[in-house]
């Protein structure tokens, strides 16, 4: 018998459970992400997480559980998803407490998921050696966790690290959260898909229009895997991408004076292309670029699966 | 006899140094800032506070004495000015090193003016209180000071903090440090400069036009002024100030979650109008306002004297 430690990681598609052993995962669950808007907040979500902690559960041994959930939007320090503008049916959910109803003894601990992936590539990954290091996801939107002196960095109610709502082009395209501009609105998965879509309108994508049968059908994926392919057209808007992403990592610098920026979420397996371009842009956009160190940026060791090791590792981290 | 203590802060305009007692400012001296180019970097700029520390230190009895000077520009954790896009004269100095040079006994301490005002605002000020805060020092430019746990955040190199310089508006007008679109293009008093011409031009200040003589020659100061006295189209353009300013706040909050804000440098004097506005606009700019407790922003208590004040605390902490 033996303590076993879960990792649960609740993204816009999919919930993904994982067993963490050592440092290492041993075994891992997934199950579709519901959308359920007929229930009450999280309802649905946390039936979902219930289903992947009681499978993974089931297969091990054990004398002793914790388990971490990484959830995206804003993560109070009391648990609650105070505000997810990614997945609107579970704004305003406590999944820890409402797992609570299916199981009392259930040890849970809630934390915002780009945290938990920073604490993965901190404690594991990427960012091992580096006390200051920001991980960040670009995925339908973008998050962040700022570790900050070997510690996550929570601000007043547990909400830093919302980098996606950092505004970049005030007069910008609106986001779902409310304002306009945002830095997701154009280096994340979905900005690559507006900036593919816009840059099909202005005719800069003649042979992705051609294949894709008109501009309003030209996907971010599109761009990327031609990207990938070497086609030129789809490399210049990946390098406007690769801008876009260098200068929120910029705006960062000049506030934090971060030197370390670990890249990961779905749009990261792009990174061959993205990471060299932002990383270029980068020593344009930052202020006093040649008064400081390199500033270095690389992709996630853990790639998707650094949310839902994170959440493993804070669990144990915070529970005990 | 007894210990003396001094802050002196490099401005823009003065050198401004103070005697600091028990926490309380017993004397003070100023002289201008000399923009000497002809010289290497900052040797005009040391003189300045070599004349204003000999000043003051003449004219009090001491056998200790421990000097903090505010420097605006990045500075580094070795107390270099490494760049200083609002005083260029002074890019590359190491202050403290050239001061030894007048007088190897002086005990010195160089930091960033906007982190020398966020601790005398925290120690002894408006955010008194509060374990996190961000001061915000509003003149030439922004400069910004983090509170991060009751201690200054300083980042890899110690050039955190330079909020200023957070892209806001990616296709925005230039900056000194080289990008476009920087947060104190709008909301400092170089900025209220800039919009008050913009609005004279687009004729949204018939009044002031009419004052001044024509658009070109209406000033920041102008439009401060006659917002101060009530004129509708000069309120108007300080609201537009005051947008930019929780603009530039919300981003903060996303990032860091702090909920505290305190206002200085010289544009604060219009904090009267600026600050409601800005207070106003952060509740719909910020990413998920509801979910948030309120978010206060207050005008500093020392005003143009807290980075003086910040400099002599930060010496006495670190220098002993």
């Known amino acids: 018998m033996s303590s076993l430690t879960l990792g649960v990681d609740v993204g816009g598609t999919k919930v993904l459970g994982i067993v963490l052993r050592d440092g290492v995962v041993v075994d891992s669950h997934r199950v579709a992400t519901p959308h359920d808007d007929q229930r009450p907040a999280g309802d649905a979500t946390t039936e979902a997480v219930y289903a992947v902690i009681n499978e993974l559960r089931a297969r091990h041994d054990h004398d002793d559980l914790v388990v971490g959930v990484g959830l995206p939007g804003m ?3 009391e648990g609650v998803l105070a505000f997810a503008p990614n997945l609107p049916t579970a704004s305003g959910a406590d999944v820890a407490t409402a797992l609570a109803a299916y199981d009392p003894q259930l040890r849970v601990l809630c ?3 780009a945290d938990c992936a920073a604490v993965a590539e901190h404690r594991l990954g990427a960012g091992r050696g580096y006390d200051d290091m920001i991980m960040i996801t670009l995925g339908t939107g973008i998050g962040g966790g700022i570790i900050s002196q070997g510690e996550l960095l929570r601000g007043r109610s547990g909400f830093a690290g919302e980098v ?8 910008g395209p609106r986001c779902p959260c409310g304002s306009r501009g945002c830095w997701e609105r154009f280096a994340s998965g979905g900005g690559v898909g507006r900036l593919a879509r816009e840059a099909a ?3 800069r994508l003649p042979l992705l229009v051609a294949q894709c049968g008109d501009a309003e059908s030209v996907r971010g994926e599109d761009v990327t895997r031609a990207a990938a392919a070497g086609v030129e057209e789809a490399i210049a808007v990946m390098d406007e991408v690769g801008w876009w992403l260098a200068l929120g990592l ?18 990261s397996e792009a990174s061959q292309l993205l990471l060299p371009s932002a990383q ?6 930052v202020e006093g670029s040649s008064a400081r160190p390199p500033i270095t940026v690389v992709k996630s060791q853990f790639g998707e699966i650094s949310g839902a090791i994170g959440a493993a590792l804070l669990a144990r981290e915070r529970l005990g």
């Open 75 to 77: 993560m109070s320090r």
């Open 111 to 113: 934390e915002n998921d």
């Open 164 to 171: 996606g709502h950092m505004v970049v082009d005030a007069a």
């Open 201 to 203: 309108s202005a005719g």
């Open 250 to 267: 910029a705006n960062l610098t000049a506030i934090l004076d971060t030197g370390h920026f670990v890249i990961g979420g779905g749009l």
């Open 280 to 285: 270029r842009h980068l020593e344009s956009l």
